[in-house]
């Protein structure tokens, strides 16, 4: 049987895989950028993920995709969209979520989920790049800066303006006009965030705010994004660790369930939970749950069965 | 018997060029076409007066001379309709009739009339509201109105024993394609959306004698050789869009996704097939009857009916469907729709029903960004598929 599932979000200006256990633990993650019709960068993130999980793609029970380039994957056994891979990906990244604020290189989505990561109601940018990452690399450009600065420099900002258009293309016009104004790049900065923010906030108000928000996908790493978000929003953004990796993450958690569904349809036993705790006891010749007191982690360990036992009881303690 | 391909290569045919068909048949009998605008004229009055009567229909072609007689927040159909009269698309109609359904339409026709001074326009007043006790005596006036003119137009009486014939004649074409939605509910024939529209909206341009041949030969090859859907598609239900087609495209997209299409309530799907014209008694009185008759039949968001919900309506032809998500097609600037779009929303969230809401533009599709909506929506009803339902709403995923 195979133990690890991988997922693959092919987005718009980056590449993310993840490779999960039988028991949905993140096992290896990688991130590569790309230009807009390259699919090196995502064979980079597959071939790094593999690497620093010492595994093959033919170790991989499942491999399922998701973002714009979803389907122009060979090795990809299924593929779902963005929108059903981040509500999933989420809610394992921050169980209490039950709104899921996503803002990706070409689109930004809101998503109702339930505990279980399935999307509930959604609302996605219609049309244009108003209110993605897409908009903030246009206007980055305009203004001579890196992408990666905007967010810091955005949150010096001291004065509120105002950009009221949210095509791109006319807040690039309007940004110059502010700048020709004299007004300082942080209050320019400022208010292109506020107006991502009030985009935003229009998407939340489509789907309803239902609970704790989670934000994903790489706007969620610019503090200015976020800042001006929980301001609109007038709730906290929850930020996982690494946000930027929810879709691949929920792709490679729905290829599990699938893998799991048909090992169980074609009677396979999924021991997954003893074959790991295993696999862990005997690595470190230790107990399940041991964090340096082997004796109390053995009195709160679940019960075991089988293999594990006989496994365990032949274990030397290591003190 | 034709085969199937060439059956639809004529449908296909005469959808993508409307006035070219007509332009030909014209060529061909010497006689009158008779345009009108969609939903309610009863052609059956301009074919009993020796006419094609044909349904003008939204054009592929960008607005170009259009834009100089009508607003740009005007619907798709409307403008496309004065951009084809502007460019003197409509010439080879001989008359244009419409009964008034929204405000967007009143404007349409007149800027028809200034771009077209030499054709006959004819505009009958239709009774909105459904549920009065003198509603149906007031459309039977209407229609009688509209009779006059005609008569007056072609300068000779529309005879009762000829209007009957064409009410019979139009009947046998409804019931014929509703015999093929009701094989596609079933799954005795295998009939993509795009398929079924050519059958429809080819019916409101072609000579009915001719499209009700070819449409029988459809009913009776539909068993053969039918391919086993598959078996993880979503069956779904197509809502909205009035006075035009869906784009064709858009239509493969949904059903590429994953999903198959097995009922509507589509102007250019069953809401124009749904009822039958009684043929006993006074043509007129029938007609009248008809007016009334359809809109119980099929709700139309441009007519006040208190005793009928459209969005009733549409949960139940669901149910009897199995359709297991509803999509609504709505045309951006569509007024009724747009008013009346909230009651079906909040309806099926309180159904429990799942929706998506696709807003549609005559010039513009952005189709891959819609593919991702549509793939999501059905995502969301597989995955929901067999999962005990949460306590949480589905619903709008707008
Ligand atoms: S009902 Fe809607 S589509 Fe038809 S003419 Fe009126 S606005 Fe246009």
Known sequence: MKKHVMGIDFGSTTAKAVIVDMRGRIIAWSVSHMGAVSDAAVHEAVADVLTQASLKQEDMGRCVSTGYGRRMLDIADKNFTEITCHARGAVAM????????????????????????????FAMNDRCAAGTGKFLEVLARAMEIELEEMGDIAMKAQEELKISSMCATFAETEVISLRAE????ENVLGAVHQSIAT???????????????????????????????????????????????AGALGAALIGLDDYKAE????????????????????????????????????????????????????????? | MTPRSEIFEVLAKVCADPMGYARAWKTRTGRRVIGSFPMNFPSEMAHAAGALPLIIQEAEDPITAGHGLLFPFYCGFTRSAVD???????????????????????????????????????????????????TLGRSKESFEKLRFELEDFIGEPVRDDAMRASIALFNRGRQAMRELYRMRVEGRVALTAREMQYVVKSSMVMDRAEHLELVEA????????????EKRAVRLHLSGHFCQAPKPELLDMIEGCGAIVVGDDLYHGYRYISTD????????DSLARWYLDRNTGVPCPTRVQNDVDWDAFLLDAMRKESAEGMIVLMAKFCEPHMYYYPEVKEAFEKAGMPHLLIETEHESMALEHMRTRVESFLELIKRRRGVARANTPEGEVA
């Open chain 1, 94 to 121: 921050v169980p209490e979520a039950r709104l899921v604020i996503d803002i990706g290189g070409q689109d930004s989505k809101t998503i109702a989920v339930d505990a279980n990561g399935l999307v509930a109601q």
């Open chain 1, 182 to 185: 004299g007004h300082s790049k």
């Open chain 1, 199 to 245: 985009r935003t906030l229009g998407l939340v108000n489509r789907v309803g705010k239902k609970g704790p928000a989670v934000m994903t996908g790489g706007v969620a790493r610019n503090k200015a994004a976020v800042h001006y978000i929980e301001k609109v929003l007038g709730i906290p953004l929850i930020l996982p660790e690494t946000p930027q990796i």
């Open chain 1, 263 to 319: 090992l169980a349809e074609s009677g396979q036993t999924i021991e997954e939970d003893y074959e790991v705790d295993a696999q862990m006891a005997f690595d470190k010749a230790c107990v399940t749950g041991c964090k340096g007191d082997p004796a109390e982690a053995e009195k709160n360990a679940p019960a075991v069965t089988g293999k594990l036992k006989s496994m365990m009881s032949n274990l030397q303690k290591h003190f």
């Open chain 2, 84 to 134: 084809q009269a502007a460019k003197g698309d409509l010439a080879v109609l001989d008359a244009i009739m419409f009964g008034d359904h929204c405000v967007q339409l009143l404007g349409a026709a007149d800027a028809v009339r200034v771009a077209l001074p030499d054709t006959r326009v004819i505009f009958f007043q239709l009774i909105s509201s459904m549920c009065d006790p003198w």
């Open chain 2, 218 to 229: 459809l009913v009776a090859s539909a068993s053969e050789n039918l391919p086993q859907p």
């Open chain 2, 277 to 284: 014209v009684g043929e006993e008694g006074n043509p007129m």
